[in-house]
């Protein structure tokens, strides 16, 4: 049997949950709300997290694009597809949303720009 303590985010209020893990049940303590039941399950059983970082980007006004995963991915794998944007380099012009690596780091999530930049 597993317990951990999880700070839930997915509204204002911020429950402190109480996750207990074993024999295949999960159990949440602590919640106000039943999104609190569900995130508390999903941070004890898989964590994923949206990965937000910048790239280097060509014949722009500035040096840096902002990006983000497409898709939260696991939160084991986060390093891995920081470490596959190392490296990455785009040209200007882009658009918000336009995909600037496909399937990263074998995630199956692509990662997309979070804004317009246009040429310098």
Do not use: F, W, Y
């Not at 700070?7 to 893990?21: A, E, H, K, M, Y």
């Not at 014949?59 to 084991?76: D, E, F, H, I, N």
């Not at 920081?82 to 780091?105: C, F, M």
């Amino acid at each position: 049997m597993r317990k951990t303590e999880v700070l839930c985010t997915r509204c204002p209020r911020g429950c402190l949950l109480r996750v207990t893990v074993g024999n295949g049940d999960v159990t949440v303590e602590g919640n106000e709300c039943p999104v609190g039941e569900k995130h508390g399950a999903e941070e004890a059983l898989n964590p994923v997290r949206t990965v937000s970082t910048t790239v280097r980007i060509l014949g722009a006004r500035l040096p840096r694009l902002p990006v983000r995963t497409s898709q939260p991915v696991s939160k084991s794998r986060m390093m891995e597809v920081v470490a596959a944007l190392r490296g990455t380099v785009v040209e200007a012009p882009v658009k918000a949303g336009q995909v600037i690596l496909k399937n990263v780091a074998g995630t199956g999530v692509d990662i997309v720009a979070e804004r317009d930049v246009e040429m310098a």
